[in-house]
Every structure is written in C-alpha cells, then in structure tokens.
C-alpha cells in the first residue's frame, strides 16, 4: 500500500497531517489501538512492563512513520508521538525524544534519512516516555535538551520521578526505565533558548509543569495536556500530578486555536476544545466518584483499593503507584476544595465527608 508523499512545494494540496513515508505495511495498526494495548504510561495510569515488552514489540516495529502536520513540522507516530521542526537549511528540532535508546536509534534513522541535523530537544515534561530517548540522542548528536525548570531536575536525577509516586526510595520493582529514563544533561527552559518563532505554553495538572509547544507554522505540540477519547472512556482515570492545575490548563487548551494539535497519546486535531471539555468532564467525574466512595471516615489505602474496584483496574506495583498518587491528588483537591477533611485516628490519617 502506498501513502502519499507530502513535501513542502506541494503541502498546500493536502489536508493536515499526511503521511510522507512512501511505504506501509498493510498490517500496521492504528496508533490508538496500540496505545489501548500498551496503556501508555501516566494517561491510563498502566504500563507495558519489562516482562510484557516483547509481546509488543512485533507491533511497534511497524511505527514510526513521519508525518507532515504544517510546512516546517512533523510527528513521529510511535506509542509516545514526537514533534520534528526544521528550523533551517538541514537542522530540525524534536519535541521530546520517546521512551528509550530504542526510540532514540529509530528517531535518529528517520532525521539521517531525511538529511536533517538536530541541534535540541524540547521537552514537554519529564516522564519516561518523553525524554527516554534524550541521553542516546545527545551523546550521538551532540544536541541541546531543554525543559521547563519545574521538571529540569527530575530529567538530570531520574530516580525523582519513582521516588515522587512512592513518597520515598522506590523498592527495585519501580527502578525500571518505564519510570526511570537514563538521566541527560538537560538546560532549563527558557524564552532565549526557544528557536525563532516558537512559543511555550504552561499546562501543569498532568505533571508539575507540562508544557505545550506552537510552531512557527502554527502546529502545538500538546504533550500529555489531554488524554484520549478512547482511553479515558475505557479506563475512566489518567495519572495527574495536580487536579486544580489540570482543570484550569484545559480550560487555557480548549481555547487556543492552531492549524492542528498534536498529542502525545491521542489523535491529532484541528479543534482541540471538544476534548479539552471532554478531559474536564472526565476529571470532575472522578472527583466525584472518589468522593461517593467516603461513606464513612476512609484511610487512603481503602480509598485506593475501593477506587480500582470501580474502574475495574487490577493493581501491581507500578499501577498502585500510578494509581495511588492520582487518588492522592484527587483526595487533596478536594480537601483543598472544602469537601472532605482529614482526622485521625488510632493513629491512622483517616478522610471523611464534609
């Protein structure tokens, strides 16, 4: 099967978001099939784990095609899609970088194919799945990796992002590279050290500070600022960092208007308000439901074993941390929100009702 071949003399013929590699497999699955098999990390809050990677990898070496979404940008289709940009004669940026080395070799075969040089990453956030791929990228390269100064710290010392779902030293079965990226020598963010003509734009909620990137040409790299329809619907809950934060951000995402959004787990779109709302009204759902759950005074394991028993969710050691930091975040929301208090005791923090 061929696809058609998009370049910049002829973009305007084409609707957003061609594809310009010249073959397919005629087996390849959709992205959002392999994201609901996958379970993408943080936005279902499940993972492939280490044991299950091989089941999948048959699928995901059939990824990886670029695709124009304007005149100077592009993604890479893969589990964590990734924004390419030319930003001159032969050089080209990337909004993040994939999972691992893995994702990095095949990210660096398609810019060698196309004779493009990198000269940086940027960053959205610092999960795994965004800036796996920075460490082998920057040592082959020698390009610059920026991220917002809220999240800069945690791409140097890796550790912090197990260590922040756990509350302390994550035991073994969290110190894999599906929470734990090899640490790159990452720059803060800031507005000198954005090419000409992009623009940053904070959407904290999902991580402590997620960022949205627009591209000259009028294409915003949106990151993990919403998920997808078809995951959300199935699986109800997605990891977030803040829900006060996350809840103003989509208010902020569904009013800005672009040629086409990008997502990291989701389709692209022209119009990004429907599923912006949709993200909204999802979040204030499960607000809600953990807030039925509290019948009577509630520690927070109860509350977590009573939340996956409601949406169907069978925990293990990362999905309990996924999982479990989301419903800490829930249950601070709405302390913070005057619904719920905490007291204590026989010497347990207990939950209840306001």
């Known amino acids: 099967m ?56 048959g699928i995901m070496e059939g990824m990886y095609e670029l695709i124009q979404a304007g005149k100077d940008s592009f993604f890479i289709d893969c589990p964590s899609r990734i924004g ?8 080209a940026v990337l909004i993040d970088s994939g999972s691992d080395k893995d994702a990095g070799r095949r990210i660096r075969q398609i810019l060698d194919r196309e004779g493009w040089k990198l000269s940086a990453i940027y960053c959205t956030h610092s999960h795994a799945d965004h800036i796996g791929g920075c460490r082998y990228l920057q040592g082959k390269t020698g390009c610059r990796v920026f991220i917002p100064e809220e999240e800069h710290c945690f791409t140097r010392h890796t550790i912090l992002e197990p260590s922040l779902l756990f509350g302390g030293y994550p035991f073994a079965a969290l110190r894999h590279k599906f929470l734990m990226a090899e640490a790159c020598n990452a720059e803060i963010l800031t507005e000198e050290a954005l090419p000409p003509g992009f623009e940053a734009i904070p959407l904290p909620g999902h991580s402590i500070g997620m960022t949205a990137y627009r591209t000259p040409d009028d294409v915003v790299f949106a990151g993990d600022a919403a998920a997808g329809k078809e995951s959300l619907g199935k699986y109800g809950i997605s990891y977030i960092y803040s829900v006060s934060d996350h809840l103003r951000s989509l208010g902020i995402l569904g009013n800005l208007k672009a040629r086409l959004f990008v997502l990291s787990h989701a389709d692209h779109v022209e119009d990004i308000s429907s599923l912006a709302m949709y993200n909204a009204e999802k979040t204030r759902e499960t607000a809600g439901r953990i807030l039925g759950l509290l019948s009577e005074p509630m520690g927070t394991e109860s509350i977590l074993r009573r939340t996956a028993e409601a949406f169907g969710i069978t925990l293990d050691a990362v999905q309990y941390m996924l999982i479990g930091s989301t419903v800490r975040s829930y249950l601070a929301y709405l302390c913070d929100s005057g619904a719920v208090e905490t007291v204590f005791q026989d010497g347990m923090m207990l939950w209840r009702r306001v």
Request: charged share 25%; hydrophobic share 30%; aromatic share 8%.
């Open 84 to 91: 390419v940009v030319r930003t001159g004669e032969g050089e």
């Open 2 to 57: 061929k696809r058609l071949v998009c370049t910049s003399k002829n973009f305007e013929k084409f609707p957003p978001a061609v594809c310009i590699s010249s073959e397919v497999k005629s087996q390849q699955p959709h992205l959002g099939q392999v994201y609901l098999l996958m379970s993408a990390l943080y936005h279902s809050a499940f993972r492939v784990h280490p044991g299950k990677e091989r089941k999948c990898r």
